[in-house]
């Protein structure tokens, strides 16, 4: 659609597409969903993917209009801040309004590729790492290397994880969080607890909590992705973080003894985990550390939605994971970055480069990191001293981390990620026992998807 | 899903199209009528074809080939059978699939089936309050299955349950592997058995009474009245059953999805292939290939039944 020229033209455009008339597009894509086999989403993707129309003509004039937003932050907290920084920005900037499509979390990650290929929002959430770089490659995502002109503070880190594998940008970073090890401050002071700095001090600190009849360590894999942290974090530690990188690139060998000492050394730990984690939700392990039945989580830093902020939320303190191997250390760590991209051909461009700039600015920032204290800024111009104690021991333990990897299935190829990863993962934890097995089967797999 | 429903709608449709055809030649017919029949059997065939056919036979080409989703048509690149062969030697979670499916339809043929007929026949003999019977059995199937799921899910939860709150169990029903299809099965057989009932039911309204009278006055007890005179000339209400019980059974997917996914010990074929194909993995190509495995379970099943009524029908 080309910009309004009438004022006719631009009011039609404010009504929702899914009153405005039924496109071609979505005849197909109803007349073939309707009677579809399983097998449909192929066809209905090709269809949908046949030559997109309009696009914008980016002028020069101020940009007014709607932006769209598609928002997979459907959680209460970060939907609530993604609300607060487009009511900031369309504050800032009278002629724009956000139309924010807030799309169910799991839902919105099932969908993306029919999302991207169909009619999507100007701009939508996404991450960082491989996952951003795909669509970029795919040539389903908005180059936005200008809008990088407008914004400043952040780093050449963070202007290198926003970048495609043609060198240009497609990604705006909002904030992160780390991965670590978390705990109650209140708990561990009453019985003593110091955090571990070596495996084996874990292993002692587990074995204590069992006899203190606290679970030494929460662990849910209900939706198959949390055990993907521990095993990134096993890796780091015993491996390092090149590894990592070229492993999640499948330039390893899954079978070779580097991974089989990641799920050797995992198995050891596992009877310190919580059991039958595989029919437990990440929330409910949580719930398990906030109720103060477990003495530690290993889990992003959202691990704080589930306490109530203020005092709760300030009892809540992480250590990283301890020392594997001396030679390697700890240095390198998670910390995944949640931001923002364009789609191909939004709507309004104009606008849609503008709010982009905006969320990539301290200003919008410093709302989203108030809205939701799990998160830290990547801006860093950002505000810190309204930073809540863990925010700024997240912000600290970010910026003295050597390296920082994002996760297992940001770095490496969804399906590899999905399909062979969950069930792999999860196979483990229910019989720890075959490692040769499950490594070669993983290799296998990977082997037939990395080069297919 | 909606896999099954296509599919079996493939044979019927097809089946009525020719019958119309055959009876087109028959008779003589005047312009306009001519053209209505024309029209009743253009239409659905060639709804048919776009509905049913076009995406099976798309479906079938697309596992011969690596296709990610994305980009053009052109861009698919044909691998040979290397899908069906990972399948079938190093994709972990098919076999169990397999397996899962085939319990599913033991338990549904040999539980659920027979469990719907026997209320439907209780049913059928006007007992008191017939109507508050009727209700309750059959309304778990107004009920989507992944309702079904969640009204179980308070029943089965591990913390919060009814079965652990009763008997003090600490069994995670969902969670453990060695449970958990049992207890969707236990769901699923609640919700299949009212469907079962409610056709069987609708069958035996429409069974000749003075059937059952002669036998009466042949001194034929109930159960011979049954199974020598009622069962038999229900014979096409236990096809439409029989054939439901095998299509449910292949279908079953929504309720597995709800409880976690189809992982951990509820893998279905239906559920790996929206795996694959659905999100972001978007292996179109392996999907389709399990989804071809489906295709041929579900073929080969629905032809061996229907060539066996269709020989005894002659």
């Given at each position: 659609?080309?910009?309004?020229?009438?004022?006719?033209?631009?009011?039609?455009?404010?009504?929702?597409?899914s009153?405005?008339?039924?496109?071609?597009?979505?005849?197909?894509?109803?007349?073939?969903?309707?009677?579809?086999?399983?097998?449909?989403?192929?066809?209905?993707?090709?269809?949908?993917?046949?030559?997109?129309?309009?696009?914008?003509?980016?002028?020069?004039?101020?940009?007014?209009?709607?932006?769209?937003?598609?928002?997979n932050?459907?959680?209460?907290?970060?939907?609530?801040?993604?609300?607060?920084?487009?009511?900031?920005?369309?504050?800032?900037?009278?002629?724009?309004?956000?139309?924010?499509?807030?799309?169910?979390?799991?839902?919105?990650?099932?969908?993306?590729n029919?999302?991207?290929?169909?009619?999507?929002?100007?701009?939508?959430?996404?991450?960082?790492?491989?996952?951003?770089?795909?669509?970029?490659?795919?040539?389903?995502?908005?180059?936005?290397?200008?809008?990088?002109?407008?914004?400043?503070?952040?780093?050449d880190?963070?202007?290198?994880?926003?970048?495609g594998?043609d060198?240009?940008?497609?990604?705006?970073?909002?904030?992160?969080?780390?991965?670590?090890?978390?705990?109650?401050?209140?708990?561990?002071?009453?019985?003593?607890?110091k955090?571990?700095?070596?495996?084996?001090?874990?292993k002692?600190?587990?074995?204590?909590?069992?006899?203190?009849?606290?679970?030494?360590?929460?662990?849910?894999?209900?939706?198959?992705?949390?055990a993907?942290?521990?095993?990134?974090?096993?890796?780091?530690?015993?491996?390092?973080?090149?590894?990592?990188?070229?492993?999640?690139?499948?330039?390893?060998?899954?079978?070779?003894?580097?991974?089989?000492?990641?799920?050797?050394?995992?198995?050891?730990?596992?009877?310190?985990?919580?059991?039958?984690?595989?029919g437990?939700?990440?929330?409910?392990?949580?719930?398990?550390?906030?109720?103060?039945?477990?003495?530690?989580?290993?889990?992003?830093?959202?691990?704080?939605q589930?306490?109530?902020?203020?005092?709760?939320?300030?009892?809540?303190?992480?250590?990283?994971?301890?020392?594997?191997?001396?030679?390697?250390?700890?240095?390198?760590?998670?910390?995944?970055?949640?931001?923002y991209?364009?789609?191909?051909?939004?709507?309004?461009?104009?606008?849609?480069?503008?709010?982009?700039?905006?969320?990539?600015?301290?200003?919008?920032?410093?709302?989203?990191?108030?809205?939701?204290?799990?998160?830290?800024?990547?801006?860093?111009?950002?505000?810190?001293?309204?930073?809540?104690?863990?925010?700024?021991?997240?912000?600290?333990?970010?910026?003295?981390?050597?390296?920082?990897?994002?996760?297992?299935?940001?770095?490496?190829?969804?399906?590899?990620?999905?399909?062979?990863?969950?069930?792999?993962?999860?196979?483990?934890?229910?019989?720890?026992?075959?490692?040769?097995?499950?490594?070669k089967?993983?290799?296998?797999?990977?082997?037939?998807?990395?080069?297919? | 899903?909606?896999?099954?429903?296509?599919?079996?709608?493939a044979?019927?449709?097809?089946?009525?199209?020719?019958?119309?055809?055959?009876?087109?030649?028959?008779?003589?017919?005047?312009?306009?009528?001519?053209?209505?029949?024309?029209?009743?059997?253009v239409?659905?065939?060639?709804?048919?074809?776009?509905?049913?056919?076009?995406?099976?036979?798309?479906?079938?080409i697309?596992?011969?080939?690596?296709?990610?989703?994305?980009?053009?048509?052109?861009?698919?690149?044909?691998?040979?059978?290397?899908?069906?062969?990972?399948?079938?030697?190093?994709?972990?979670?098919?076999?169990?699939?397999?397996?899962?499916?085939?319990?599913?339809?033991?338990?549904?043929?040999?539980?659920?089936?027979?469990?719907?007929?026997?209320?439907?026949?209780?049913?059928?003999?006007?007992?008191?309050?017939?109507?508050?019977?009727?209700?309750?059995?059959?309304?778990?199937?107004?009920?989507?299955?992944?309702?079904v799921?969640?009204?179980?899910?308070?029943?089965y939860?591990?913390?919060?349950?009814?079965?652990?709150?009763?008997?003090?169990?600490?069994?995670?029903?969902?969670?453990?592997?060695?449970?958990?299809?049992?207890?969707a099965?236990?769901?699923?057989?609640?919700?299949?058995?009212?469907?079962?009932?409610?056709?069987?039911?609708?069958?035996?309204?429409?069974?000749?009474?003075?059937?059952?009278?002669?036998?009466?006055?042949?001194?034929?007890?109930?159960?011979?009245?049954?199974?020598?005179?009622?069962?038999?000339?229900?014979?096409?209400?236990?096809?439409?059953?029989?054939?439901?019980?095998?299509?449910?059974?292949?279908?079953?997917?929504?309720?597995?999805?709800?409880?976690?996914?189809?992982?951990?010990?509820?893998?279905?074929?239906?559920?790996?292939?929206?795996?694959?194909?659905?999100?972001?993995?978007?292996?179109?190509?392996?999907?389709?290939?399990?989804?071809?495995?489906?295709?041929?379970?579900?073929?080969?099943?629905?032809?061996?039944?229907?060539?066996?009524?269709?020989?005894?029908?002659?």
């Amino acid at each position: 659609m080309a910009r309004p020229s009438t004022e006719a033209e631009y009011l039609a455009r404010m009504v929702p597409s899914s009153a405005a008339g039924v496109s071609r597009r979505s005849v197909l894509r109803g007349a073939l969903g309707a009677g579809a086999l399983l097998a449909a989403p192929p066809l209905l993707a090709s269809c949908s993917s046949s030559s997109p129309s309009g696009s914008s003509g980016g002028g020069t004039a101020p940009a007014t209009g709607t932006v769209s937003l598609g928002s997979n932050q459907s959680d209460a907290t970060p939907k609530a801040a993604v609300q607060s920084v487009m009511d900031a920005f369309q504050k800032a900037n009278s002629g724009l309004t956000v139309k924010i499509n807030t799309i169910d979390h799991n839902s919105f990650q099932e969908n993306i590729n029919n999302y991207l290929q169909g009619a999507p929002d100007d701009t939508f959430t996404w991450f960082s790492g491989y996952r951003m770089r795909f669509f970029a490659a795919k040539d389903l995502a908005g180059d936005i290397s200008d809008v990088w002109g407008n914004i400043s503070g952040m780093s050449d880190a963070l202007k290198k994880a926003s970048t495609g594998d043609d060198g240009k940008q497609y990604f705006v970073p909002s904030t992160y969080y780390p991965w670590a090890i978390f705990y109650r401050k209140s708990v561990w002071a009453e019985k003593g607890y110091k955090p571990p700095k070596t495996l084996d001090e874990l292993k002692t600190l587990g074995a204590k909590m069992q006899q203190d009849q606290l679970i030494p360590i929460a662990f849910a894999d209900k939706d198959g992705w949390p055990a993907m942290g521990t095993f990134d974090q096993l890796n780091l530690r015993i491996n390092g973080y090149d590894f990592h990188v070229s492993l999640m690139a499948g330039k390893e060998d899954w079978s070779g003894d580097k991974v089989k000492k990641v799920f050797d050394t995992w198995k050891g730990l596992l009877p310190i985990h919580q059991t039958d984690s595989l029919g437990r939700t990440w929330q409910e392990a949580a719930q398990a550390l906030q109720q103060k039945k477990a003495g530690m989580y290993l889990l992003g830093a959202f691990v704080a939605q589930q306490f109530t902020k203020g005092a709760e939320q300030d009892d809540l303190d992480f250590f990283t994971f301890p020392e594997v191997d001396s030679t390697i250390g700890t240095d390198a760590i998670e910390a995944p970055i949640d931001g923002y991209m364009m789609s191909k051909r939004p709507k309004n461009e104009d606008g849609a480069k503008k709010l982009l700039a905006y969320l990539g600015s301290s200003d919008a920032q410093n709302i989203a990191v108030k809205a939701d204290p799990s998160v830290i800024a990547t801006n860093d111009k950002a505000d810190q001293s309204g930073y809540t104690a863990l925010q700024k021991k997240s912000a600290e333990f970010v910026k003295s981390a050597k390296s920082i990897a994002q996760f297992l299935d940001r770095d490496t190829r969804p399906d590899f990620a999905s399909t062979v990863m969950i069930p792999a993962l999860q196979s483990f934890i229910k019989t720890p026992d075959d490692i040769d097995g499950l490594v070669k089967n993983i290799q296998q797999q990977k082997l037939s998807i990395f080069t297919s | 899903m909606t896999i099954t429903n296509a599919r079996t709608a493939a044979p019927s449709s097809g089946d009525r199209a020719g019958k119309r055809r055959r009876y087109r030649g028959i008779d003589q017919l005047g312009g306009l009528d001519r053209l209505v029949i024309i029209l009743m059997v253009v239409v659905p065939t060639l709804l048919l074809i776009w509905l049913v056919w076009f995406p099976a036979v798309g479906s079938v080409i697309l596992s011969f080939t690596n296709w990610d989703g994305i980009g053009p048509l052109s861009s698919i690149k044909f691998i040979g059978l290397k899908n069906y062969v990972d399948v079938v030697t190093i994709y972990p979670p098919f076999w169990p699939a397999v397996q899962h499916n085939l319990i599913w339809l033991a338990v549904y043929f040999l539980v659920a089936t027979p469990l719907g007929i026997f209320f439907a026949v209780l049913l059928d003999r006007e007992i008191r309050g017939t109507r508050i019977y009727q209700t309750a059995i059959y309304l778990p199937v107004v009920l989507s299955l992944a309702l079904v799921g969640f009204i179980w899910q308070l029943i089965y939860s591990k913390d919060q349950g009814l079965i652990n709150g009763l008997t003090g169990s600490t069994i995670d029903w969902y969670g453990d592997p060695r449970f958990n299809l049992w207890a969707a099965l236990v769901a699923a057989t609640w919700k299949q058995t009212g469907y079962v009932m409610l056709l069987y039911l609708a069958g035996l309204k429409g069974v000749d009474p003075s059937l059952r009278e002669a036998a009466k006055v042949d001194g034929a007890n109930e159960r011979q009245t049954f199974f020598r005179v009622v069962f038999p000339v229900m014979a096409p209400i236990n096809i439409i059953v029989l054939v439901i019980t095998v299509i449910e059974s292949l279908r079953a997917f929504d309720l597995v999805w709800v409880i976690n996914k189809g992982r951990n010990g509820l893998e279905l074929i239906a559920t790996l292939v929206t795996q694959n194909v659905v999100g972001e993995a978007s292996r179109i190509g392996f999907g389709s290939a399990l989804a071809t495995f489906m295709l041929i379970i579900s073929t080969v099943l629905i032809a061996v039944y229907l060539r066996i009524v269709m020989r005894e029908q002659r």
